[in-house]
């Protein structure tokens, strides 16, 4: 990211090209090269932009009038008087480089695309948003979104020293930033801001910002300036990013991260430099518990996430439930839905799990998840691979069980599940059994005297459905006894 400031040396500005919008009435627009040390960007201006900016610095800081090439009414769309104004504006340009040669007017730093990609000039914007807006946007949003440019601005910024001639107190001071930063609870990073379209775009590729040459997934930052967050989430943008989580872990009580391309939980809890190349199993202790001795104790309160009750990794390409989850021991709420896990591994020392979704994966058997996940209350599984929910049968504190969209195709595999003493709600939709005649009844017959108390599909069953399958239950139970005898 451009630092004008510390780069002013290895800055400059070229006009390479112009080009006539003959659909705008033919308006002449010129592309504008700015350069600070290795990045770029292209800014697109008309003539009258020039002359705007021209009238703002002769009338704020009194450069000559004479400096800007005049205006011509007639014979202005020919080619060779084109290419002589384009020379005549770049020379223009870089005369104001000259003059201004460590801080730029705001008015040409605008105009040059500087608040949108350098540290500096982008922070003045933030600041002056938060100046003025700042309480508002604390009290009516839960959670507030910055680009990863404006979050590695922010990690910069606190390592550079206060530039020039700064508006202390102002309205572009970065104290603004830092107080909002501070009293954030929530944070959302995405690649760029406002933009709906980036979990399509950045996820997979390396796009640059706008006409730039920076690419969000290459910047690396902290996170210092938001000491207090408990909601970090980010989209589209992997969090490897972050250099240094430490000073969050005693705070974040939820991670969300959706739309990326990481494969393994480790490359969210472990995030920070010093795992950055590690192996995980051998990070963590065998057993991971607060009594754990000598050699695992250092590491454990290093690593544990104190607070972390929920983690979301949603919509990326995980294949498995590694041995990372260990470090947060609180988790009460873990979903990994839409990603490409197989297996269920790893949960055994989570006692304070009760919602596990794992719905949109590759999961094609489940046995005995009661010795790893014996406390849950809501169990997503729906468009996974399974046929057989023996391996659910005694998950006993199970309320809510989603199996829709799988391959179960045997209505005797309900039995496994309707043996559950809490369950409440169940959906079987979209298997092959719930196209089969009177599913529903033949379903709820399976609960017997609790089937008036069973959501199935979301939806209680009519009494007409209750009064058959109150039948058919008498003939299940009848079965059974016979088979006894």
């Given at each position: 990211?451009a630092?004008y400031?510390?780069?002013?040396e290895?800055?400059?500005v070229t006009?390479?090209?112009?080009?006539?919008?003959?659909?705008s009435?033919?308006v002449?627009?010129y592309?504008?090269?700015?350069?600070v040390?290795?990045v770029?960007?292209?800014v697109?201006?008309?003539?009258?932009?020039?002359?705007?900016?021209?009238?703002?610095?002769?009338?704020e800081?009194?450069i000559?009038?004479?400096l800007?090439?005049?205006?011509?009414?007639?014979g202005?769309?020919?080619?060779a008087?084109?290419?002589q104004?384009?020379?005549?504006?770049?020379?223009?340009?870089?005369?104001?480089?000259?003059?201004?040669r460590?801080?730029?007017?705001?008015?040409?730093?605008?105009?040059?695309?500087?608040?949108?990609?350098?540290?500096i000039?982008?922070l003045q914007?933030?600041?002056?948003?938060?100046?003025?807006?700042?309480d508002?946007?604390?009290?009516?949003?839960?959670?507030?979104?910055?680009?990863?440019?404006?979050?590695?601005?922010i990690?910069?910024?606190l390592s550079?020293?206060?530039?020039?001639?700064?508006?202390?107190?102002?309205?572009?001071?970065?104290?603004?930033?830092?107080d909002?930063?501070?009293?954030l609870?929530?944070?959302?990073v995405?690649?760029?801001k406002?933009?709906?379209?980036?979990a399509?775009?950045?996820?997979t590729?390396?796009?640059?910002i706008?006409?730039?040459?920076?690419?969000p997934n290459?910047l690396?930052?902290?996170?210092?300036?938001?000491?207090?967050?408990k909601t970090?989430k980010?989209?589209a943008?992997?969090?490897?990013?972050?250099?240094?989580i430490?000073?969050?872990?005693?705070?974040?009580?939820?991670?969300?991260?959706?739309?990326?391309?990481?494969?393994?939980i480790s490359?969210v809890?472990?995030?920070d430099n010093?795992?950055?190349?590690?192996?995980?199993?051998?990070?963590?202790p065998?057993?991971?518990?607060?009594?754990t001795?000598?050699?695992g104790?250092?590491?454990?309160s290093?690593?544990?996430w104190?607070?972390?009750?929920?983690?979301?990794?949603t919509?990326?390409?995980?294949?498995?439930?590694?041995?990372s989850v260990r470090?947060?021991?609180k988790?009460?709420?873990l979903?990994?839905?839409?990603?490409?896990?197989?297996?269920?591994?790893?949960?055994a020392?989570l006692?304070?799990?009760q919602?596990l979704?794992?719905?949109?994966?590759l999961?094609?058997?489940?046995?005995d998840?009661h010795?790893?996940?014996?406390?849950l209350?809501?169990?997503?599984?729906?468009?996974?691979?399974?046929k057989s929910?023996?391996?659910?049968?005694?998950?006993?504190?199970?309320?809510?069980?989603d199996?829709?969209?799988n391959?179960i195709?045997?209505?005797?595999?309900v039995?496994?599940?309707?043996n559950?003493p809490?369950?409440?709600?169940l959906?079987l939709?979209?298997?092959?059994?719930a196209g089969s005649?009177d599913?529903?009844p033949?379903v709820?017959?399976r609960?017997?005297e609790?089937?008036?108390?069973?959501?199935?599909?979301?939806?209680r069953?009519?009494?007409?459905e209750?009064d058959?399958?109150l039948?058919l239950?008498?003939?299940?139970?009848s079965?059974?006894?016979q088979?006894h005898?």
């Amino acid at each position: 990211m451009a630092c004008y400031y510390r780069q002013n040396e290895e800055t400059s500005v070229t006009i390479p090209k112009y080009t006539n919008e003959t659909s705008s009435g033919g308006v002449t627009y010129y592309d504008i090269k700015v350069r600070v040390a290795k990045v770029e960007w292209m800014v697109e201006r008309r003539y009258r932009d020039f002359a705007q900016l021209h009238d703002k610095l002769v009338e704020e800081i009194a450069i000559s009038k004479k400096l800007l090439p005049p205006k011509k009414l007639v014979g202005n769309k020919q080619p060779a008087f084109l290419e002589q104004r384009r020379e005549q504006l770049e020379g223009y340009l870089q005369e104001l480089l000259i003059y201004f040669r460590t801080e730029l007017p705001r008015a040409l730093a605008e105009f040059l695309d500087l608040n949108k990609y350098d540290i500096i000039y982008l922070l003045q914007d933030l600041a002056k948003l938060f100046f003025e807006s700042g309480d508002a946007l604390l009290s009516s949003k839960k959670e507030y979104n910055l680009s990863a440019l404006e979050v590695f601005a922010i990690s910069e910024r606190l390592s550079l020293p206060c530039p020039p001639n700064v508006d202390r107190g102002g309205k572009y001071d970065f104290s603004h930033v830092l107080d909002f930063c501070t009293q954030l609870v929530a944070l959302v990073v995405t690649p760029v801001k406002d933009n709906a379209s980036y979990a399509q775009d950045y996820n997979t590729v390396d796009v640059p910002i706008g006409r730039s040459n920076i690419i969000p997934n290459r910047l690396n930052f902290n996170l210092n300036a938001f000491r207090n967050l408990k909601t970090l989430k980010f989209s589209a943008l992997s969090t490897e990013n972050i250099v240094d989580i430490e000073l969050l872990k005693p705070t974040l009580q939820t991670i969300c991260v959706h739309n990326t391309t990481i494969q393994s939980i480790s490359q969210v809890l472990l995030c920070d430099n010093l795992h950055k190349h590690c192996d995980v199993p051998s990070l963590l202790p065998e057993t991971f518990s607060p009594a754990t001795p000598a050699n695992g104790s250092a590491l454990i309160s290093t690593d544990a996430w104190q607070e972390l009750t929920e983690l979301d990794l949603t919509g990326n390409l995980l294949t498995q439930i590694d041995g990372s989850v260990r470090t947060a021991p609180k988790l009460r709420r873990l979903v990994l839905e839409q990603n490409r896990i197989r297996a269920v591994q790893n949960l055994a020392e989570l006692p304070h799990l009760q919602l596990l979704s794992l719905s949109g994966n590759l999961i094609a058997e489940c046995v005995d998840w009661h010795l790893t996940m014996g406390n849950l209350v809501t169990l997503k599984l729906a468009q996974n691979k399974l046929k057989s929910l023996k391996g659910l049968r005694k998950l006993l504190s199970l309320v809510n069980l989603d199996l829709s969209c799988n391959q179960i195709e045997e209505l005797d595999e309900v039995d496994y599940v309707a043996n559950l003493p809490l369950l409440e709600a169940l959906r079987l939709t979209g298997n092959p059994l719930a196209g089969s005649v009177d599913y529903r009844p033949r379903v709820l017959a399976r609960f017997h005297e609790r089937a008036v108390e069973i959501s199935l599909d979301n939806e209680r069953g009519s009494q007409q459905e209750l009064d058959t399958a109150l039948v058919l239950s008498a003939l299940l139970l009848s079965k059974q006894r016979q088979r006894h005898k």
